[in-house]
């Protein structure tokens, strides 16, 4: 997506901490079965929670290296490290996992937050890239926000933050013919739910799109 110019900072840091509060929220308002299915294929909910923390730890890495110049993974081992990790920790139980989201969600929150206005006009590297730095907060944002329709229960479009949506919905809406040549915008649909439609979240009955990465 177009990202937001670094003086937005300040406001995506304030986006983060509160749809990590809301996931928080959630998940104590609603256990759920760590081996239950979730919207992603072969991802249980244990997987899911895990990946979240192990994003957040990413995320807090990334903007750690930002800070002082260097370059490193995004995830420990690459790939591979991560798909690892995922896997280690989908087996535990709700309590063990809901503790790591929330270390992880309020670590992450803490080192967002410690960072110099500075370093979000700069880029964070891995040894495969280089990209601007704001794009930490997009991307972690759109992280938990997307992944809480994922875990299922209760959880749907109409529950995400309407900044969130407008935020999202004119560059999903602007790929849409390249992605999907001839489909259309069904009709009939509130925002939140062409934007759940857009990022392969949607309900039945719709068009299929290619796969959202």
Known sequence: MTLPPPDQADLFLARITDSHRRLLDDLDAEPLDPAAPTALPGWTVG????????????????????????TTEKYVGGGDGRAAEIERGAGR?????????E????ACDLALAALPDEVWAGE????????????????RWR?????????GGSHNSGQWPGDFVRTFLPDELAQLPSR??????????????????LLGRGGEGLPELPAWG
């Open 180 to 197: 999907a040549p001839g489909v259309e915008v069904p009709e009939g649909l509130r925002d939140h739910e062409v934007l759940a439609w």
């Open 93 to 101: 139980d709700w309590v063990d996992l809901v503790a790591d989201v």
């Open 143 to 151: 992280e938990v926000e997307v992944h809480r329709l994922d875990l």
């Open 47 to 70: 997987h899911l929670l895990t990946h979240l923390a192990r994003n957040a730890d990413a995320t807090s890495r990334m903007a750690v290296a930002a800070a002082i110049g260097a």
């Open 124 to 139: 964070v590297s891995t040894p495969q890239e280089s990209y601007p730095a704001m794009r930490l907060l997009v991307s």
């Open 103 to 106: 270390v992880t969600a309020v």
